[in-house]
């Protein structure tokens, strides 16, 4: 053979072997750069709970967590549950705010009051869950019976005088059930910045009392002045403890009545408090037309215009609604305007 046809023929060889590699790497490239099978996803997807641990006074309740035909009867529950849009199927309307949205909604069945509640009503509407609480907290019990396929929770606390701590007991006790709510309706975040404002509102009414000045609370109704004892009993009471508030007055074997103690205006004016705090219950609950306004029996009244806190102007009323709406939002309602009247 010759030499150049040699040469040719190894050139040929050579240039077939490096179209052969190319066309190897090209198809390995290929072959690396297919996308992988997507992993599956099932492993890493979180199943949201459907029910949730809540403590209420009888102890630890397996609740479901944003439960059908939900049954509410605690007044401390009722605003929390309205703004968070939660649908009710029924609920005892008289001892509800008469601007509620429940009120107005015929869908909600009236259960009427904690008097003489029409209990066949709630176990008719075959509730998953029943908030008991505050006024309806006695009938805890027979509702379960009545009931016995829902969960039933009692929010309860108890403020009155056979409490030792009743201001520790208002405190823990609206932001606990707070906190609950959230966890059983999924509104963890609203729950949360509810009690955070709530705890922020103490501090502030804490900074804003001078720790001298003495306070005089007290309840009208029925156009009457009743004396709200310090340190139990509705609303004011607890918050004696709270604030470290200087009562103008104490009594022996005061209660937690709702429409406060009979002590006569005459002693309440002779302590000559510096400041008055008023829960009008009329406000809230009466139903006859052309009832005095707290705020009228308190500027009218002979025995009180010549007390420090009448002739200085140093009253504070408590929310309108706040005898039938003790929620979070009315009491931090009410501790943002203590704070801002106090620190004038």
Not at 1 to 14: C, E, N
Not at 246 to 272: F, M, R, T, W, Y
Not at 311 to 316: L, N, P
């Amino acid at each position: 053979m010759k030499k150049s046809m040699f040469f040719k023929l190894v050139g040929l060889i050579a240039v077939l072997t490096l179209m052969l590699a190319a066309c190897s790497n090209s198809s390995n490239e290929v072959t690396n750069n297919e996308p992988k099978p997507a992993e599956s996803n099932a492993s890493q997807e979180v199943t949201a709970p459907t029910t949730v641990e809540i403590t209420d006074v009888h102890g630890t309740v397996t609740v479901p967590v944003n439960p059908k035909n939900v049954v509410a009867l605690d007044s401390r529950t009722f605003e929390t549950l309205a703004d968070w849009g939660i649908e009710l199927a029924a609920a005892p309307k008289p001892v509800m705010p008469a601007d509620s949205p429940y009120v107005a909604d015929a869908s909600v069945q009236d259960i009427g009051n904690h008097r003489e509640p029409n209990l066949e009503i709630l176990a008719a509407a075959d509730p998953e869950l029943v908030i008991v609480g505050q006024r309806f907290a006695n009938f805890y019990e027979d509702i379960k019976k009545i009931v016995p396929n829902a969960v039933v929770i009692d929010l309860n606390f108890d403020v009155s005088e056979a409490a030792a701590t009743p201001g520790e007991n208002l405190v823990n006790g609206l932001k606990n059930s707070t906190l609950a709510l959230g966890q059983i309706f999924d509104k963890n975040a609203e729950a949360e910045k509810l009690t955070a404002d709530f705890d922020q509102a103490i501090e502030k009414a804490k900074s804003a009392y001078n720790g001298t000045d003495t306070v005089m609370s007290v309840i009208v109704s029925g156009g009457n002045i009743g004396f709200s004892a310090p340190n139990s009993g509705r609303v004011w009471g607890p918050m004696y403890e709270i604030f470290g508030w200087v009562p103008a007055l104490e009594v022996d074997k005061s209660s937690s009545d709702h429409q406060g103690d009979e002590v006569s205006v005459e002693a309440i004016a002779q302590s000559n408090p510096d400041w008055i705090f008023v829960l009008d219950r009329d406000a809230a609950v009466s139903s006859t037309e052309g009832a005095t306004p707290a705020q009228d029996v308190i500027d009218h009244s002979p025995a009180l215009k010549n007390t420090k806190a009448v002739s200085e102007g140093k009253i504070v009323y408590a929310p309108d609604d706040t005898y039938t709406n003790e929620s979070i939002q009315t009491y931090l309602e009410l501790f943002e305007n203590l704070a801002n009247t106090l620190a004038k």
